[in-house]
């Protein structure tokens, strides 16, 4: 049986799947949510929420989520084959490898899902624990994305709820330190951790980062974050770094605060790349209603891949009137560099038809095709830092 160690004592926690038509109408028009069914507070929570902001965002909150639970299936279909078409000649799965995927891929899938690998070629060698960000097609992780509950711990701060229990966040609403996992589905953190510590058992010197794009990003930093709330020194002292990229916001200023304590205490590098104007990273809002704010240092680079290292990306909350037409000119430009970089850079980054696409797609929502792989990885080969003089 789990221990309640490291209990939530303060939380807002959405039930998508238990709001109804009349719920969601009381939202808007009520301050008082104790009788709301998809809304559970902790005892120490305020039930009232005058901020008709705050109200209007937990309504968006979960009509996203009802609607990307009722298209889930055939959303995952759509990414299947879509995914098969474009890899059908490497990969070669088949129409009867189709099927199989249609029905059992989305009967019980996992939501979280994570790599781990070693480099034994370094010395000493590398462990690499990388986290996979969120998935197009699949209407889980998009869940995970937009849930805006939240947790307080005690001393630590508020965190997204969402990503909480993408990791492994218990029903309880807390994090033992070592749980019974036996006929139970296994929990992303804990299942990690054993093998991570299975792994630096057998090589004595060896070292390990973690890594995440997007989502993975977030889960990346919350991974170690649980690590260190569970006084995990036998770990954290073998963490060599976290490097997220196209990393959304995961807590609020307190919580930055306790990071930032335990990172330095613990020597640990935490970097978070940002491409140009990736939307992610600038969400959550960093504002009075949800009082999300980034920690550690980030390395932004421009749509020319030139990096420097800043305290918060240019335009923090993506929406700033002054960005838009700087947004939409970098997205032409981005269209345009598409064509060309084979030719300045080399063959091996060409992008292909569905990437330009993306970028036509950017001249309408200039946002979302930075926040793609390709640009992060073309950062990580490409770019260049400027230092700022002391």
């Known amino acids: 049986m789990a221990s309640e160690e490291y209990l939530c004592q303060n939380y807002l926690f959405l039930k998508p799947k238990e709001a109804t038509l009349f719920d969601l109408i009381r939202l808007l028009y009520s301050s008082n949510l104790e009788e709301i069914r998809f809304v559970e507070f902790s005892d ?83 462990i690499v624990v990388a986290f996979r960000g969120t998935s197009p097609f699949q209407a889980i992780d998009w869940c995970t994305d937009i849930d805006i509950s939240w947790y307080e711990l005690q001393n630590v701060g508020k965190i997204h709820g969402g990503f909480m229990k993408a990791l492994g966040l218990q029903p309880n609403q807390s994090w033992p330190k070592e749980i019974d996992d036996q006929g139970s589905p296994p929990f992303a953190y804990y299942t990690i951790r054993k093998i991570l510590r299975e792994m630096l058992q057998k090589n004595k010197d060896a070292k390990f980062i973690v890594t995440g794009h997007s989502l993975g990003g977030a889960l990346a930093i919350l991974f170690v974050f649980v690590l260190v709330l569970h006084e995990e020194a036998s770990l954290l002292e073998r963490l060599e770094g976290v490097y997220t990229f196209g990393q959304p916001r995961v807590g609020d200023s307190i919580f930055g605060e306790f990071m930032n304590k335990n990172l330095k205490k613990y020597e640990v590098n935490y970097l978070r790349f940002v491409y140009s104007n990736d939307i992610v990273p600038r969400l959550p809002y960093d504002d009075k209603t949800q009082m999300f704010k980034h920690f550690g240092d980030c390395l932004y680079f421009n749509s020319c891949y030139k990096g420097k290292v800043l305290v918060e990306e240019p335009n923090k909350n993506y929406f700033n009137l002054l960005w838009i037409v700087p947004k939409y000119l970098n997205a032409v430009w981005e269209l345009i560099r598409s064509f060309i970089i084979p030719y300045t850079a080399g063959p091996d980054y060409r992008e292909s038809w569905f990437m330009r696409f993306a970028r036509v797609i950017g001249l309408v929502i200039p946002g979302l095709p930075p926040h793609g792989p390709q640009d992060y990885n073309n950062v990580t080969r490409l770019g260049s830092i400027t230092y700022s003089a002391a």
């Open 44 to 126: 120490q929570s305020d039930r009232h929420i005058d901020n008709f902001r705050r109200r209007w965002l937990i309504f968006i909150s979960v009509v996203a989520q009802k609607l990307l639970l009722f298209i889930r299936i055939p959303l995952a279909i759509v990414g299947n084959v879509l995914e098969l078409c474009l890899n059908l000649l490497s990969s070669n799965g088949g129409f009867l490898r189709l099927l199989y995927n249609l029905f059992t891929g989305y009967l019980e899938s996992f939501s979280t899902e994570a790599l781990l690998l070693q480099d034994t070629r370094a010395d000493p060698s590398v």
